[in-house]
């Protein structure tokens, strides 16, 4: 298939809804970036997720509260929100508990939803619990190794290897 405005292959199929109707756009790469691309916007090209995120979180937002998220941090794995921000992954399932205020908004935008619906693994449960405990033993773990806590850390090591054989 061939780009809308160009001869070059088309790469982007964009599908847009607008009052009820379907529009499919096909566009190559350089006439999809300046199609998705507000007029307004500076040459500065936004290379990551995190950024658009950033960009929506500012909205209504100021400095200060945005710097007192960026240094709020989730006390099972320790990522921030700014390196949330950076990013765009979060660190462990317990940061969509932890950072719940400030990614609803952001998940309803996105999904239009904040529940799951559809299936889920049957041995989810456990298996999920396990692997939390385990991110969790792990950031302790670097924090006894970086306070040279040699026995804390190899009391935390064996703990890892415990739970990491019962979740094999």
Do not use: W
């Not at 847009?16 to 006439?31: K, T």
């Not at 921000?85 to 462990?92: A, F």
């Not at 996105?110 to 999920?128: F, M, S």
């Amino acid at each position: 298939m061939k780009c809308q405005k160009c001869e070059k292959p088309a790469t982007f199929h964009i599908t847009e809804l607008a009052d009820d109707e379907v529009s499919a756009l096909h566009y190559c790469a350089e006439c999809a970036e300046s199609y998705l691309k507000p007029a307004e916007m500076t040459e500065e090209v936004e290379s990551n997720i995190g950024a658009a995120l950033t960009k929506h979180l500012k909205i209504g937002q100021t400095a200060e509260e945005l710097h007192r998220l960026d240094q709020k941090n989730c006390p099972i794995c320790g990522i921030t929100f700014y390196e949330f921000r950076q990013s765009g992954r979060l660190g462990c399932p317990n940061d969509y508990e932890f950072f719940s205020d400030e990614l609803n908004p952001l998940i309803v935008n996105i999904h239009g939803e904040t529940e799951h619906v559809g299936k889920r693994p049957q041995y989810a449960g456990d298996v999920l619990e396990k692997q939390t405990e385990v991110i969790r033993l792990r950031r302790e773990m670097k924090d006894a190794v970086d306070r040279e806590d040699y026995e804390l850390a190899s009391r935390i090591r064996d703990e890892i290897k415990k739970l990491g054989e019962e979740l094999q």
